[in-house]
């Protein structure tokens, strides 16, 4: 069984690839929130105040690049705040001469550029069904991931007891009681793996748990106990997971190398099953402009442990070479995820008023 706690990328992987597709998928959008607190200097052993709304990337309580929406959504967007979702960011600690293994959580370039990208591309996904909680964190450097795993823990480690403090004060101060959602992507995802084995797995708090969508690392089936890959799209108190690579290509360092099953759940079905799913069940991605959306963008079928799209339809595609689309995992899908986070609160609460 792997282990969240000290799961690490193959070093022979080169960060290089992720800082390509990053210029590729991420821009800035002209529709950016300002924070409404601030913070000062980059000082590592500053740990986050959670109560201090410039500690958290995105919070109800604030204007964020999270309540942003892209443009052709907004005359027919109807907020609901009845379920929240807890989101942990990606890294963005990834600049190859930083030599800090843990993000200061003051540090304004790496605020502004996960605010610019993850928070925008991916939190914004949630803001017509939840209210978002994005807690910002000590993340570990891109770098641990390429590091011996003993070695990288205590860096991990710092980050989660950033996104458990984050957590627990959440539940204290905005939960009450509240369907929950947790979601994350990359780093994020190895995070959100130990706080649901430590909050709700076979805990009272899995009774709220709308879903899981832990997107960007891979999920072994046998990690969770209780916890199972969800089977339709109005499936709940489940995990939705998956990577997503170029039809035909197989990454040779890490995914050709897994001796596991992991849970693949396809976006465009939102089933585990491997048929091929058309880019016409694909009703949107967000890529390179955050206010348009990109129909049938891709199609997808599971293959393995991951799942398998095509080359990506928007303009300038043709420049477009690499095979791995770890950084648009969720824009890829953003209108699919968008639609299914609302179908699965309204199964959630059915079921609740049924018991």
Known sequence: MKNYKTYSFPKSISACFLLCIIIVFFSCSKKIHSQNTTGSGTNMSIIPDYNNLYYWAAHPWKKDASDSIPKELRINYHPDSTADVFFIHPTTLTGKNDYRWNAPVNDSVINRKTDKSTIL???????????????????????????????????????????????????????????????????????????????????????????????????????????????????TGCIISWRTFKRGYTEPYFVAKEQFKAIVVNPLSWTTDTLFEPASKNTGGVLLKFNKIIPHVVNANIHGNVLWVSKPKFFGNIFFTKKNYHIGDINLFYMNIRQNIKARIVSFLKKQQQL
């Open 121 to 235: 591309y991916q939190a914004s996904v949630f803001n017509e069904s939840c209210r978002v909680f994005a807690p910002r964190y000590r993340q570990a450097n891109l770098k641990a991931f390429f590091i011996n795993q003993d070695s990288a823990a205590p860096y991990f480690d710092t980050a989660y007891t950033d996104i458990k403090n984050a957590f627990l004060f959440y539940l204290q101060h905005y939960n009450n009681g509240r369907p929950i959602i947790i979601a994350a992507h990359s780093q994020g995802t190895k995070h959100a793996a130990r706080l649901l084995k430590e909050f709700f797995e076979n805990k009272p708090l899995q009774q709220q748990l709308v879903c899981v969508y832990l997107i960007g690392l891979p999920v072994p089936a046998d990690y969770f106990t209780s916890l199972t890959s969800c089977k339709d799209s109005l499936s």
